[in-house]
């Protein structure tokens, strides 16, 4: 911005504000630090600066003197600010604000008071709902321009995206002033109030144009500027502000990096030479290195423990195979010989027979076996299908299940976020003696189905409105179906299916739910028989209890209702209901211990045996830039012992050669940012194509750097003990989401801890979590743990340099501005944060995956040999299908670009 007498500059370079002399010169710090300040702004009378700051531990509006003294906050509510601007008398701001940054409201500096300005009825939806951004107030002020959009980010954006309204601030009217092909955005009014100046997207740059507001001429000044962040999440608006000269006849406008004064008449240009002397505190960069054990595997996770009827023996999935143990001290064994993969074991009644289910070879069945594990497994379907969920009746003659298409679930996902129920899947009753199956009633998503103690009754739980957990019941004949309750609080993921499926199960006397909420288990009371009721358990006046405190992977009732039981990882808990169950107590008193064991399960890992010797290979040795044309590679079980020219290595007895004449051997691919789509969730995919396609392209480790669903660790089990072949697997386990609705220190450590002592993971991911306090938090108990804190800024490029500023590990995409300079350069070099860019998910821009199926016909290309055989045809064609819905022209490469010269920078 500009002072009003037209003498000085003021800019934010880094999260800090500077002022500089009109005519240039060296740049003088105003606020510095490690506090993210932003986007200045003088107030009309030239005394106070307007800006964004986090420095209160969350971005806030902020006002202090011109040279920055005298701080005060303005804003209170938690948000995203941007854009502010002074109304004409220099009494009260205009900023956008919210979470995400949606609505513009007027501040009253004296008072406080807030007007919101433009407010739009919500849908919920963030794709649907009206965003507004970038006020510009006339110089009268009378009408207040702005940018708005439809939904909040744009990936591979179709223009026009944003067009610039008109509000009357004495009516409330509003006008779609300009809407152009390119999109419309970042509004400016200069100080006679004749001219208004835009952005908008000019073939693959951006342009700034002019429009006379009484002739209507309307012409580029120009060409090209700093490019928007249309495909972005403009936190700091979809350009940076810019700035006419008092008198109306120049602008000031950053570009190429540098400040540039811009004639009106001419777009003659004059850059205003200035230097900075930057002094940028940063926190300790946290990241730990954890060695790679070759030892024995030891589970990181045990899936759908169930506790035997009279509570003393111990029954789950761990390893694709079914365990019990005496509980709460014996030690775990295998339940049956089978070499089949099992999942889900439930206890009859009487607790002499555990049913389970099987899946493998895209087909699966209901089984039951002798819980003293003598004998051998009964198989009760009669024909393969997908079952899940299995459930014995009270009276133990009937087992009910979910029964989909053995076909239609080993069909890719249209989305990684989680599995969703397969199309026609039915409830089914199925005998336990002979197998018979009936049908009760379509699933419609319904799942984990449950009984009452009548045995008259059958439950479901399903997901409700911005992921509530909904229990709907229906009687033995699928008829009488009746909606129950909803349980909720506030927490959502950005898409409604990325958070932990939420899951609600009544207890056999129809008096209790419990319901996992946000990751974490929740103990509130049933409505009363026939009625329906939405429960908030963040209203006061709901009566609930927290039982969990690090969350819950799986959960069940136990004793007949009179307990709760789950798991984290490996451990599991177990909490007496029983005061509360017989009435001793009510739940606003009802106080419990916590019952916890870890279960230690171990199986060798995956180590072969002998030396393998490839020979007479072109050899890619990772010794600097050296290729050997004619090598060999001796390796000795699973470690490479030696690399030389061909002839020269000393080769045991007995070593097994492969001639590798003509081949060129390189090291195997890491991934750093993968995410494994295609397995699926409780029932694991023992034979899920997307880790051998990894393979046989070369890649040989492969890092999940956000999950969704705790199942992963155990395809992670799987694959380090020799149970499926896949690259060496990582993962970070699910995302710490966006809303952290306890950001207390205890609560953070809570969920340093799940992840660190129960999931076992060194890399934490957050996706968009909490602001900066909570972020810089979650950084600081990270080093504490010895774990590697990650965040994605998802389009943030404001969010990636605090990343770096707090001393965080990694951050995951590239930072979506192009082009970078050095200042952003050096921040990350010297600060030693990484980036993973992921040029087939590029933010701020087209998607390099768009930009590979644009240039290349997978159908055509050479694919690995046996690549397609390991995928479905409806796998291929789900790729290939995106074909059709791209642009001739993707675009350029210049972010892309600018990314390699970048990385080869550091």
């Known amino acids: 911005d500009v002072s009003p007498n037209g003498k000085t500059i003021i800019f934010e370079l880094l999260g800090d504000i500077y002022e500089l002399p009109i005519e240039g010169g060296k740049a003088k710090l105003l606020m510095g630090g490690m506090a993210f300040d932003s986007q200045p702004t003088y107030s009309p009378d030239g005394k106070k600066i307007a800006f964004v700051s986090d420095r209160s531990g969350e971005d806030q509006l902020w006002v202090s003197d011109t040279d920055g003294t005298n701080p005060l906050k303005i804003s209170s509510t938690y948000g995203l600010y941007a854009s502010p601007a002074w109304s004409p008398d220099g009494k009260s701001i205009f900023v956008s604000g919210g979470l995400p940054t949606r609505d513009i409201s007027k501040y009253n500096i004296a008072n406080g008071d807030v007007v919101l300005i433009t407010e739009y009825d919500g849908t919920g939806d963030f794709n649907k709902d009206l965003y507004s951004i970038g006020a510009a107030v006339s110089p009268e002020g009378r009408y207040l321009y702005f940018a708005q959009k439809t939904g909040m980010v744009d990936d591979d954006a179709r223009f026009p995206t944003w067009e610039i309204k008109r509000r009357d601030l004495t009516d409330s009217k509003e006008i779609t002033f300009i809407s152009i092909p390119g999109s419309a955005f970042r509004p400016q009014i200069s100080p006679d109030g004749k001219l208004l100046t835009y952005g908008t997207r000019l073939d693959n740059n951006t342009a700034l144009r ?103 023996e111990l029954a789950f999935s761990s390893f694709g195979h079914i365990y019990i143990m005496d509980y709460p001290s014996g ?29 493998d070879k895209s087909k699966g069945n209901l089984w039951k076996m002798k819980a003293n594990g003598s004998g051998k497994p009964i198989c009760l379907t009669k024909y393969p299908a997908y079952y899940s969920d299995p459930v014995w009746s009270p009276n133990g003659k009937e087992i009910v299940a979910l029964k989909g298409s053995a076909y239609l679930r080993t ?77 909720n609080d506030t927490y959502w993921g950005f898409f409604d299916e990325s958070a932990t499926p939420p899951d609600i199960i009544v207890n056999p006397n129809e008096k209790w739910t419990l319901a996992r909420i946000g990751r974490q288990l929740h103990l509130t009371a049933m409505p009363d028989a026939g009625t329906y009721e939405y429960i908030d358990i963040t209203k006061s006046s709901i009566p609930h209890k927290q039982l969990s405190k690090f969350g819950a ?211 934490i991911k957050l996706w968009l979590a909490g602001q900066r306090n909570v972020r810089q938090m979650i950084a600081m108990k990270s080093k504490e743990l010895n774990g590697t804190p990650t965040n994605c800024g998802n389009r943030d490029a404001k969010m990636d340099l605090t990343h770096a500023i707090d001393g965080f590990g990694a951050t995951q995409h590239n930072i979506p501005i192009s082009p970078l300079y050095n200042d952003v350069v050096e921040l990350f070099a010297q600060s030693g944060t990484a980036i993973s860019p992921t040029l087939m998910v590029t933010v701020g821009g087209p998607w390099g995956l768009n930009y590979f199926l644009g240039k290349y016909d997978i159908n055509e290309e050479t694919i690995p040999r046996d690549a397609d055989k390991l995928m479905s045809l409806e796998s291929l064609d789900l790729s290939s299908s995106k074909l059709s819905e791209l642009p001739k022209e993707i675009g350029n490469l210049t972010k892309l670009e600018s990314l390699a010269l970048w990385a080869n920078h550091l």
């Open 210 to 312: 002019i429009r006379n507001l009484e002739t209507g001429d309307d012409r580029i000044l120009i060409y090209p500027i700093e490019r928007d962040e249309q495909e972005s999440r403009y936190t700091r608006d979809v350009l940076p502000r810019y700035a006419f000269m008092p008198n109306s006849k120049e602008l000031l406008i950053s570009q190429h990096g540098k400040i540039t004064r811009v004639s009106i008449s001419d777009g003659s240009k004059k850059i205003i030479p200035f230097t900075a002397q930057v002094t940028q505190a940063l926190g300790p960069l946290v990241r730990y290195q954890e060695s790679i054990e070759d030892g024995p595997v030891r589970a990181r996770i045990i899936m759908a423990p169930q506790l035997s009827p009279n509570g003393k």
């Open 553 to 763: 992977d799986f959960f069940a009732w136990a004793d007949e209702g009179k307990s709760a039981i789950w798991s984290v990882g490996s451990s599991f808990f177990k909490v007496s209901l029983t005061d509360l169950i017989s009435g001793k107590t009510d739940l606003a008193d009802f106080e419990f211990d916590v019952q916890e064991i870890e279960i230690n399960i171990e199986l060798p890992s995956r180590k072969p045996k002998g030396t393998i010797l490839i020979s007479g290979a072109r050899i890619i040795s990772m010794r600097g830039n050296e290729v050997l044309e004619n090598g060999d590679i001796l390796i000795k079980e699973n470690r490479i012992a030696a690399i030389g020219t061909k002839g020269s290595l000393e080769i045991p007895k007995g070593t097994h050669i492969i001639d590798a004449s003509g081949k060129t051997v390189m090291p195997g691919i890491v991934d750093s940012h993968n995410h494994w789509g295609i397995i699926r969730e409780d029932i694991l995919e023992t034979d899920a194509w997307t880790p051998l396609v990894s393979l046989s392209y070369g890649v040989t480790a492969s890092y999940d750097a956000q999950s969704h669903i705790m199942d992963y660790l155990g395809y992670q089990d799987l694959a380090d003990a020799g149970e499926i072949l896949a690259p060496r697997l990582f993962s970070t386990g699910p995302a710490i989401d966006p809303n952290l609705n306890d950001s207390s220190p205890e609560n953070i450590n809570n969920i340093l801890v799940k992840y660190r002592k129960y999931y076992k993971t060194p890399n």
């Open 331 to 359: 030690t775990p064994h295998r339940l049956t010989k089978s070499v089949s993969h099992e999942f889900e074991p439930v206890w009859s009644p009487d607790g002499k027979w555990i049913a389970y289910v099987n899946w």
């Open 411 to 487: 069909l890719p996902f249209q989305t990684y976020l989680c599995e969703k129920q397969i199309a026609g899947t039915e409830l089914v009753s199925i005998s336990a003696t002979d197998g018979k199956i009936k049908n009760i009633v379509l699933a419609m998503g319904g799942e984990k189905p449950h009984f009452n103690s009548k045995g008259d009754r059958i439950y479901l739980s399903s997901r409700g409105k911005m992921s509530a957990a909904k229990l709907s019941s229906v009687n033995l004949k699928g008829t009488d179906a009746k909606e129950n309750v909803e349980v």
